[in-house]
């Protein structure tokens, strides 16, 4: 009953094709016979091809859809087996078998794995937008705390010095212990004393709350890591800007920085961050394609977002041919007439003399070099220069708005590299790649995202959602085979 060619065969054959042992590894043995594994992996991916992700539909579909009923061999198993399945026995080894599909389909000639695309988008956790924790507020309690510890201890100083034996401990570090000792300090040596009605209900509302506040921000805090916030319903997923906005207030929504590399419109890497810019992700992403290939991409192509010194630095340092923009690449190349705008003129820099030149001519020395860390902990290196006499210029209206000298910084490694990316960008193969680019990555998330309503996980916390991705990028993979 089943029409020749049809993508259910595709699933059949390529998952037939697979080493499982990683999954197989994870059965114990023992106890009742179980559903095989492989009929469930192909139960599973054939769902996610069509579209359907919740265990209970996938449930119906093997008694009512032919095409399930042919894959499973006429077994049922319930939507307990098949969560199990995804939730459990996936965790940590999907990615394997994910590999092994993009290795059959690059064999097959659809693919070069060599040759990436990569960028990112955002996608909803299944977390609810309101129990948030903020880092900040974590932050700004934690020093209420400290501050109020701090006046109550003046307070105590002055009512009762005698009684305060020991001198004013270390608030700038505190925790529940030392707020619990702190506090029974104070109220032993107010005993017997008369005390402002304020400060007792503080007192007593310290005792009550301040330890197990504080505790409860240690651990806040250790489950936030780098992070500034998460969801109390899914810890893993943070809160980011995303792009369907559909109240259109630009509501923070928890989700996850989903990563992809693709070649000819297949996914060949996947990655999940919590970090909501592009920037930070691209050296975990090309670690995790290291640690799944054992070799190195030899071409990688991004956009603007992905155009750092540091990865610039990476990049180059991996020997990766690189088609990566910067920013304002694109309004570089349109601007014909050089900037009339004198603040944002380009100043001559003179790389033999190590000097710059202003507009009116005069030499600018190098002052100073200094270092700045980004947010990644990379250190930057700026040259500053500065004219050595801006006073009765014509130009000094016009030209700066500072009350010295006219200083300018130089980042002379970015430059640099961005020299080199603007003539790999500029040439024949940068303008081939830039016009592929957004229909290799994007359109793969498009698809994902309007044709596959894939715009929301179905599952919580990292290893899960990880495993949900991959289904999703197998699927996705194998439907373009199928194609
Ligand atoms: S104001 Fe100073 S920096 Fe600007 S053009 Fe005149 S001399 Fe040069």
């Not at 608030?171 to 104070?186: L, R, S, Y």
Request: charged share 30%; net charge positive; proline share 3%.
């Amino acid at each position: 009953m089943i029409e020749e060619n049809h993508p259910v065969f595709i699933v059949d054959q390529v998952i037939d094709k697979l080493d499982i042992s990683p999954i197989l590894e994870k059965y114990k043995g023992g106890g009742t016979s179980s559903y095989h594994p492989r009929m469930l992996l192909k139960v599973l991916i054939y769902a996610y091809i069509n579209n359907i992700y919740s265990s209970r539909k996938i449930e119906s579909a093997l008694k009512e859809n032919i095409h399930f009923m042919w894959l499973s061999g006429m077994s049922y198993p319930d939507h307990n087996t098949i969560n199990r399945f995804r939730g459990d026995r996936l965790k940590g080894v999907l990615k394997e078998v994910f590999k092994q599909v993009v290795i059959l389909l690059a064999e097959a000639g659809l693919l070069n794995i060599k040759e990436l695309y990569v960028d990112g988008t955002k996608i909803e956790a299944n977390a609810n937008k309101y129990t948030f924790v903020w880092g900040k507020s974590i932050k700004t309690s934690q020093e209420r705390i400290k501050k109020q510890v701090n006046e109550l201890w003046d307070y105590a100083q002055s009512v009762a010095k005698e009684e305060m034996h020991s001198s004013k401990p270390d608030f700038t570090q505190i925790d529940a212990e030392k707020v619990t000792q702190t506090i029974e300090k104070i109220n032993n040596a107010l005993e017997g004393k008369k005390v402002d009605k304020k400060v007792k209900q503080k007192l007593n509302y310290a005792k009550k709350n301040w330890p197990s506040n504080l505790r409860k921000y240690e651990k806040q805090s250790k489950i936030l890591g780098k992070r500034n916030s998460y969801s109390k319903t899914d810890q893993d997923a943070t809160f980011m800007r995303m792009k369907d906005d559909h109240m259109q207030n630009g509501q923070l929504k928890p989700g996850y920085n989903l990563q992809i590399a693709t070649n000819n419109q297949i996914i060949v890497n996947y990655t999940l961050h919590s970090n909501p810019t592009d920037t930070l992700t691209l050296k975990p992403h090309l670690l995790e394609y290291e640690a799944l290939y054992g070799s190195t991409p030899e071409t990688l192509v991004a956009d603007s977002g992905y155009g750092s010194e540091e990865n610039y630095e990476l990049l180059e340092q991996k020997n990766i041919e690189t088609f990566v923009k910067y920013n304002y690449f694109h309004k570089e190349q349109k601007q014909k007439k050089p900037d009339q705008n004198l603040l944002k003129a380009d100043i001559f820099y003179n790389k033999e003399k190590d000097c710059c030149y202003c507009p009116m001519g005069q030499k600018m020395e190098k002052v100073e070099e200094v270092k700045r860390k980004t947010k990644s902990g990379y250190l930057q290196t700026y040259s500053i220069y500065q004219a050595t006499n801006c006073k009765g210029c014509p130009l000094r209206t016009t030209c700066h708005k500072s009350q010295e000298n006219r200083k300018i910084q130089r980042n002379h490694k970015l430059n640099k590299y961005k020299d080199k990316a603007r003539s790999n960008l500029l040439s024949e193969l940068g303008v081939k790649h830039r016009k592929k680019r957004p229909c290799d990555v994007e359109v793969v998330f498009g698809n994902l995202k309007q044709n596959h309503h894939f715009k929301r996980f179905m599952l919580r916390g990292n290893e899960k959602v990880n495993i949900e991705t991959g289904l999703m990028a197998i699927a996705h993979n194998l439907r373009k085979m199928a194609a």
